[in-house]
């Protein structure tokens, strides 16, 4: 370690300066030091004859503009210090560390720099005073795409945004998003987990880390915010079925006429009559002395505030809430009205609800054959309605005269008949009918966005174009819009309405094959439960194929049904000509 006098013409900025982010106030400093002089030595290495300064980087960018402005010549003699190459990093980011106005991208920089040069993440974390968890962090920020590590360097995104794009390594997935979210971390974070669940999602927590892990799932830890996400949403809710049809098995083994387990609460919950447990228990050990502590509790209270306050004292409503409780859970379902009723266990809003519901005398949906579990989510069923939706505005904005058809068939249905503006595939409302397909699910998809169909005639008009505008276009230009404007108003994403009669009537006149438009791909099999899978193939491939890979995990499975059926034209119920088949229960 030395410090020597060097010309400034032999002097080069270290690439190994971390502070990259153009630093502010060089001109004050300069004329500082024209001044006083240089009064803090810079600190440098040498490297093919240059002497690289990494440490006093803004004194060397004063000192250039002197010398750009004539006022000191390229031979003015810089008192440098002289280091080692790895040494002089680590000075560098110290002393830039301490400074406020450091931008944290250099810090990423050097940190990956440092690691690059051989230490590994204890020297580091012990070398800068630092945690080598925090170390993690910054290098996990250092595998950014180059892309956003430069927007974040020129504060066209912030930390929250940066910290939520290191959610994935995968860095093309990383700058896909980065360009439809820009410094959004919220969506950032739910673009990159949207086929993810929480560790603190509740159907987590019913299944538990052990059966998760058990069963081959695992996850991606947000290091920022400090949460995890199970990477296999349908291993979760398949644990999760697996355990409701448990507690139903259990409990018709326990004497209910019938049980049954399912994600979401049913359909008919508010119309069925709910059963009342007609028995008692003697409380146990442990409520006993629960009650006898809540009593005690109540009477202290009530000797507290006035008789006129017992019913709006929160303390007292508190407890009595509590002393409800236990006595309800020892009010019990007699061995007779298990008998003849039914029981339904599903997920409710604070986990597994479990509800019992009178027998009519007509019978009920569940005294018959139990309902088959939808092969499809919502979610899923959501996507393919999507999928379906753009296909059919692509059909109506390239053909004018079925467009014209649709919008004819909507107005009159709402001029001379009953019928609502929302009950027609077309609302013609002018509604901006928006909704979102991921890229990722998309896949290669040949479905034309119908503002790409229209471009050339939007391009001839204003956003909000007057009669005048609209007066001097030409028919077929006219009729074009027309088209595009109907195409925008398909907004059918359900399969359960009079909408989607109506849409599959448009999907026939068009004439449009699925099968042309969209091909399933592995982020789509990903979503689909193992029963789901096993199906596509037993359908596309034949039984024995299914039967040969019974045994596979879902993970495993989902990429053989992918590659199985490439190129096979084997598309879900939901996007088969005249299809209507049944979604998930939904609320």
């Not at 980011?93 to 400074?99: F, G, K, P, T, V």
């Not at 505030?305 to 236990?326: F, G, P, S």
């Not at 990722?440 to 229209?454: F, K, L, N």
Request: glycine content about 6%; overall charge negative.
């Amino acid at each position: 370690m030395t410090i020597q006098t060097i010309q400034l013409n032999k002097l080069a900025l270290s690439d190994l300066n971390v502070r990259k982010v153009k630093p502010k106030e060089i001109e004050a400093l300069a004329a500082d030091i024209q001044a006083r002089g240089v009064l803090q030595n810079l600190i440098g290495y040498d490297e093919d004859g240059k002497i690289k300064i990494c440490a006093g980087g803004r004194r060397y960018r004063a000192l250039k503009l002197l010398q750009k402005a004539k006022t000191i010549p390229g031979t003015f003699e810089v008192p440098v210090e002289i280091r080692s190459k790895d040494e002089a990093l680590e000075i560098s980011l110290a002393e830039n560390a301490q400074r406020e106005d450091m931008h944290p991208a250099d810090a990423i920089a050097a940190y990956r720099a440092i690691i690059d040069s051989g230490k590994d993440v204890d020297d580091v974390a012990a070398s800068f005073g630092v945690s080598p968890a925090y170390v993690r962090r910054v290098l996990k920020l250092a595998a950014l795409h180059p892309t956003i590590l430069k927007a974040f360097q020129k504060d066209e995104i912030g930390m929250g945004a940066a910290q939520a794009f290191a959610l994935t390594d995968d860095q093309d997935r990383q700058l896909e998003v980065f360009k439809r979210t820009g410094d959004n971390a919220h969506q950032i974070r739910a673009m990159l987990t949207q086929e993810k669940v929480a560790d603190t999602d509740k159907h987590f927590r019913i299944v538990g880390e052990e059966a998760y892990c058990a069963a081959g799932g695992t996850f991606t830890t947000d290091l920022f915010g400090e949460r995890r996400y199970c990477d296999d949403a349908g291993l979760v809710m398949d644990l999760v079925q697996d355990r409701l049809d448990a507690i139903a098995k259990a409990a018709r083994e326990d004497g209910w006429r019938d049980a049954e387990g399912q994600l979401y609460r049913p359909d008919s919950y508010w119309m069925r009559g709910h059963l009342e447990p007609a028995g008692e228990r003697h409380p146990t050990e442990e409520e006993t002395a629960q009650l006898v502590e809540i009593e005690a509790a109540i009477a202290k209270r009530e000797s507290e505030v006035d008789e006129d306050e017992h019913d709006y004292d929160d303390e007292l409503r508190a407890l009595t809430r509590k002393q409800d409780a236990i006595v309800s859970a020892c009010r019990v379902f007699t061995a007779e009205q298990k008998a003849e009723h039914s029981l339904i266990v599903f997920i409710g809003h604070d986990g597994i609800e479990q509800v019992a519901f009178t027998r009519s005398a007509k019978g009920t949906a569940a005294d018959g054959p139990k309902p088959p579990r939808p092969d499809y989510s919502q979610k899923v069923m959501d996507q393919l309605g999507g999928i379906r939706t753009m296909a059919v505005r692509e059909a109506l904005a390239s053909d004018p005269e079925l467009a014209l058809d649709v919008l004819l068939t909507g107005l009159l249905g709402q001029v001379r008949g009953n019928a609502y503006s929302w009950q027609q595939a077309a609302e013609i409302t002018a509604e901006k009918n928006r909704f979102h397909v991921d890229d990722a699910v998309m896949g290669h998809s040949t479905i034309a966005g119908i503002d790409e169909i229209a471009r050339a005639d939007l391009d001839r008009l204003a956003e909000t174009p007057t009669l005048d505008d609209m007066r001097q276009m030409d028919s077929e230009a006219k009729l074009r819009l027309l088209a595009y404007c109907v195409a925008s108003q398909i907004t059918s994403l359900s399969f359960h309405s009079d909408r989607d009669r109506q849409l599959a009537q448009i999907v026939g006149a068009a004439q449009i094959d699925m099968a042309d438009k969209w091909e399933p791909n592995q982020v789509f099999y990903d979503q689909l439960s193992k029963a789901t899978l096993l199906k596509l193939l037993a359908e596309g491939c034949g039984n024995d194929a299914a039967e040969n890979c019974q045994t596979m995990k879902r993970s495993d499975l989902a990429v053989t049904v992918n590659e199985r059926l490439a190129g096979r034209r084997i598309l879900p119920p939901a996007l088969r000509p005249s299809a209507l088949p049944d979604a998930a229960d939904s609320e």
